[in-house]
Structure formats: structure tokens, C-alpha cells
């Protein structure tokens, strides 16, 4: 059985697999190039929290670590879910980091949550890795809410719908 600490690391590791997946699909529809960097300089540091999150599952040994791994892809899928409820072919490139938005915030409020947890219960462990990951997922946020301004103002406001 996990721990609150525990829950909240798989929680984080489960979005941080999600938002690779995100980040591609955004870009899919992203005509801006500047934004399309961003959204590939988020897919790498994506990939890097996974690794961390991954290699601090495995602290907790085999079983345990088996059972962190399974909750972080339940993450995952129910993310996964939403994102196929959102991108349609009509989703357009507002509407898409849109989505991205929510995830990063998502990501933001469970970093921050498993920061003040990890500080308690293990400031060398999880709460080093918190230490690490909160300013990136801040960093995607603010991306996130910068580049909704650079996609509508690169929108013709009263152009057709998107797709």
C-alpha cells in the first residue's frame, strides 16, 4: 500500500509520461516554430523527470517499486483518456495549448504538493527530486500561459474555426 509521499511521486511520474505524449500531439498543430522549440526543450525535460522519477520508484525496492511504476501508468492512461477526448481533428492550435496548459498546471499543483511532502518525509529522496522538478514545471507553466498569448495573437480573430 502507498504512502501519501508515494502516491504523490507516482502521480508526478504518471504526468511527466503523459506530457510526452502532449507535447506531440501539440506541436502536430502548432504552426509557430518558436513555440514548436519550446514544446521540443519540454519533451526532453520531460523525458529527464521520468528517468528521475523512475530511478527514486526504484529506491523503494522491487515490490514497492512495481506498485509506484503501476500507479504512475494509471496516471498516464487517465491522462491519456482526456487527451483523446480533447484532440479531435477540428482541435486547433488554441485549443491545443489550451490542453497543455491544464496539464502543466496539473503537473505544477502535484510537484508542489509532493515538495512539501518530500521535505517532511524524505528531504534526501523524493524531496531533493521535488527540489529539481518544481522550478521546471513552473518554467512549462509559464510557457504554457506565454505561448496561449503568441497563438492568439498569431489568430486572425474573426477567421473561421480552425480545422
Given at each position: 500500500m502507498l504512502s501519501v509521499l508515494q502516491e504523490k511521486l507516482g502521480e508526478a511520474h504518471g504526468l511527466a509520461i503523459a506530457a510526452?505524449?502532449?507535447t506531440v500531439?501539440?506541436?502536430?498543430?502548432?504552426?509557430?516554430a518558436e513555440l514548436r522549440v519550446e514544446l521540443e526543450r519540454m519533451r526532453r525535460e520531460t523525458e529527464e523527470t521520468r528517468a528521475r522519477c523512475l530511478a527514486a520508484e526504484q529506491e523503494y525496492g522491487s515490490e514497492l517499486g512495481t506498485e509506484l511504476l503501476a500507479h504512475a501508468n494509471t496516471v498516464k492512461e487517465k491522462a491519456a483518456d482526456l487527451l483523446a477526448?480533447?484532440?479531435?481533428?477540428?482541435?486547433?492550435?488554441?485549443?491545443a495549448w489550451s490542453f497543455l496548459a491544464m496539464g502543466e498546471a496539473a503537473e505544477v499543483a502535484t510537484?508542489?504538493?509532493?515538495?512539501?511532502?518530500?521535505a517532511r518525509a524524505?528531504?534526501?529522496?523524493?524531496?531533493?527530486?521535488?527540489?529539481?522538478g518544481l522550478p521546471i514545471q513552473e518554467r512549462h507553466l509559464r510557457v504554457a500561459l506565454?505561448?496561449?498569448?503568441?497563438?492568439?495573437?498569431?489568430?486572425?480573430?474573426l477567421a473561421a474555426r480552425w480545422g
Open positions: 510526452t505524449t502532449v500531439h501539440v506541436a502536430e498543430r502548432v504552426p509557430d477526448a480533447w484532440f479531435t481533428r477540428g482541435t486547433g492550435p488554441l485549443a510537484w508542489a504538493a509532493l515538495k512539501e511532502l518530500g524524505d528531504p534526501e529522496g523524493v524531496g531533493a527530486l521535488a527540489e529539481w506565454e505561448g496561449a498569448v503568441r497563438l492568439a495573437e498569431l489568430s486572425d480573430p
